[in-house]
């Protein structure tokens, strides 16, 4: 609330005829007036003016003719505060106004943490579905050299007639199943790549990111990490929410409260033959005018503000609903997820045995075909068991990493965590 400076300035040529000779005022006027102003928080207005006029008489005007002067100079200083002691008593409208604002701002910035939180989880899950294709490329193409060795000892074998050339066959067309297979995955990853691409704003490049460690974690949460369902974004924005709607519905509240002004203006002036006099007899002289007003305005209704109080507790009241079926879905959101991630961990436990021993199943088997005391099918399906099996565990390990960030994006913590990863 500043100051504000005002001036106002008028010239008047008045040789206008007059009926009766006593109402003749032809003279030329000139009028100043400057002065300052200022509202208060508290719901005080002050104002100080002062008004200069100076009259310069033609000869046939009535006072001239009566034996006054020919110039007149008036100069005039007027106080004047104003204080709301009724519905903005003593400023409680402006001081709740300062609150919404502040609020409002807590809310622009509860807002942005909860949309900068949802990117960073989107961000995050897209970023683990580039790393886990980039580790499914890389066992399809573990795979399709195996199988390219393969094809190489059987076509040797087939020669030496050790072999059917159906054998032959049967390993080549899985060659080439490999190689489609691989295909897909880098189609997927090209999809992946683009999206993680948009998010970033800057195209992100294959080499910049590296498959999963199979046997790593990379979001530092385990089992026994807990958290509190009141950090979550959306709880905070839905409380700063309604905040901004309780201070709105106090300040609708004050609006019943009549208005009731208390006022007092102080005025002093002198009219003089010259300048000089006039300011120092206004400024110093014992003239003056004193007032104290009381200006009461009270509505016999108040119907807008009624619909607008009712608006608003319908507003509060349906965002306080909101806010605790937020809460109860976040708690139940908390339960399921860890619910997930127990039988996860379990299962990546489990994963990791098999992963070895299909390995081993694998080796067995192409041992056996050499020596031939079993057939091509067999080994070819112990290949695919073993392939399913590492695919099915990174498939686990990828989706364990999303659940604990979806943990830390439910407690209000997700960027926190991501800054502190390597």
């Not at 399709?144 to 066959?169: E, Y």
């Not at 106090?250 to 009219?271: H, M, R």
């Not at 009712?310 to 009241?317: E, G, K, V």
């Amino acid at each position: 609330m500043p100051w504000s400076f005002f001036y106002r300035g008028a010239i008047t040529e008045n040789k206008r005829d007059y009926l009766i000779e006593y109402l003749n005022y032809n003279a030329e006027y000139y009028i100043n007036e400057l002065g300052i102003e200022k509202e208060f928080i508290f719901g005080g207005k002050f104002k100080y003016r002062i008004l200069s006029s100076n009259q310069y008489r033609y000869e046939n005007n009535a006072a001239v003719t009566a034996g006054e002067p020919a110039q007149v100079y008036e100069l005039l200083q007027n106080f004047n505060f104003i204080q709301d002691v009724g519905h903005n008593f003593f400023g409680r409208e402006l001081f709740k106004e300062v609150e919404i604002r502040e609020k409002d701002k807590l809310n622009s910035e509860s807002s942005y943490d909860l949309e900068l939180e949802s990117k960073i989880l989107e961000f995050f899950k897209t970023y683990i579905d580039v790393r886990l294709l980039k580790s499914i490329v890389v066992i399809e193409n573990n795979a399709l050299n195996r199988s390219k060795a393969r094809v190489k000892a059987i076509t040797k074998m087939v020669k030496d007639g050790l072999r059917l050339k159906v054998d032959l066959l049967e390993a080549k067309f899985r060659q080439i199943e490999y190689e489609e297979n691989k295909k897909r995955v880098l189609v997927s990853l090209g999809t992946a790549l683009e999206n993680l691409s948009n998010l970033l704003h800057r195209e992100v490049k294959e080499f910049e990111l590296e498959p999963l460690p199979p046997f790593e974690k990379i979001f530092p949460y385990t089992l026994k990490t807990r958290g509190e369902i009141l950090g979550n974004k959306n709880i905070k924005n839905l409380a700063t929410q309604a905040e901004v709607l309780q201070a709105n519905l106090e300040k609708i509240n004050y609006g019943f409260f009549p208005t009731l002004n208390i006022e007092a203006d102080y005025l002093s002036n002198a009219i003089e033959p010259t300048r000089a006099s006039a300011l120092k007899k206004a400024f110093f002289g014992t003239g003056y005018e004193l007032k104290g007003i009381i200006n009461l305005n009270w509505p016999l209704g108040y119907p807008e503000k009624e619909t607008d109080r009712i608006r608003s507790r319908i507003d509060l009241n349906i965002l306080q609903v909101e806010k605790n079926a937020t809460l109860n879905n976040l708690k139940n959101s908390e339960k399921y997820i860890f619910f997930r991630l127990k039988n996860l961990e379990d299962a990546l436990e489990m994963g990791k045995r098999r992963w070895e021993l299909s390995k081993e199943v694998v080796k067995d088997y192409n041992r056996l075909y050499g020596l031939g005391r079993t057939g091509i099918l067999e080994s070819l399906t112990a290949e695919e068991n073993r392939i399913f099996t590492e695919r099915s565990y990174m498939l686990n390990l990828a989706e364990r990493e999303k659940l604990y960030a979806s943990l830390a994006y439910l407690w209000g913590r997700l960027k926190d965590t991501i800054l502190t990863l390597k």
